[in-house]
């Protein structure tokens, strides 16, 4: 098996509430793999936000370590955390997260932008991402002239466009009607297939069936970790 790609070790998240304490997580430990296809779920307060902040390099933990891509991030600053999730990751968020100033090409050109990348290069990525996405022809489109399901395809476009090795997908269907959701599903399905790694975080357990493995989360602790299909 090749090195993982998301390792995590001992993480705890600890948040003071007066004198008491809440643990966000506690004592988890994960290893992801390039290529898997993984669904992170718990139901409301479980720590799969708490979870998905810090493989997302949003948040650092209050102790454990946490690597990507073999970059070891749990010290890190702001800056360079800025830096991990620029480079290593696509975000894809239940609320699109589009600027509505700017249109359809604009948006999946802003993480390259923050890369550096010259402005033909950026055009010529974001139009092989737009055009992954079905959504050749409306890259001049702004987000309110587009339906939540085109939106959520030019958000995907935006996660795809500087090729990171880790897709994040944060309940990515969680604003769309189900005929919708499901093709937002089969397309994070085409993703992982043409060689993304992807996680997915949900509370719904049809959707995280989509995924070949579920990590299961409840009181910040790992509580069952399996293959779909299997117990």
Do not use: W
């Amino acid at each position: 098996m090749t090195s993982a790609l998301i390792r995590i070790e001992n993480m705890y998240k600890i948040y003071k509430m007066g004198d008491s304490e809440v643990r966000a997580l506690d004592g988890v430990n994960i290893e992801i793999h390039q290529n898997e296809f993984v669904s992170i779920m718990g139901p409301s307060g479980s720590g799969k936000s708490t979870l998905m902040n810090m493989i997302g390099c949003l948040d650092t933990p209050t102790s454990g370590k946490y690597y990507i891509d073999g970059i070891e991030t749990s010290q890190m600053r702001d800056d360079q955390l800025a830096d991990i999730r620029n480079r290593k990751i696509g975000f894809i968020f239940q609320s699109y997260n589009l600027l509505t100033k700017l249109t359809v090409l604009e948006n999946v050109e802003l993480p390259l932008i923050y890369m550096g990348k010259s402005r033909s290069e950026r055009h010529r990525l974001a139009m092989q991402a737009i055009e992954k996405v079905g959504l050749s022809g409306r890259e001049h489109h702004r987000p309110n002239q587009l339906s939540g399901g085109q939106q959520q395809r030019v958000a995907i476009a935006r996660a795809l466009a500087n090729h990171p090795p880790l897709i994040l997908a944060d309940e990515p269907t969680g604003a769309l009607d189900s005929k919708t959701g499901k093709e937002i599903l089969e397309m994070i399905k085409e993703i992982h297939q043409s060689g993304n790694t992807v996680i997915l975080i949900t509370h719904d357990e049809q959707i995280a069936q989509t995924a070949n493995r579920i990590i299961r989360i409840q009181d910040g602790k790992i509580f069952s970790d399996s293959e779909v299909g299997q117990a």
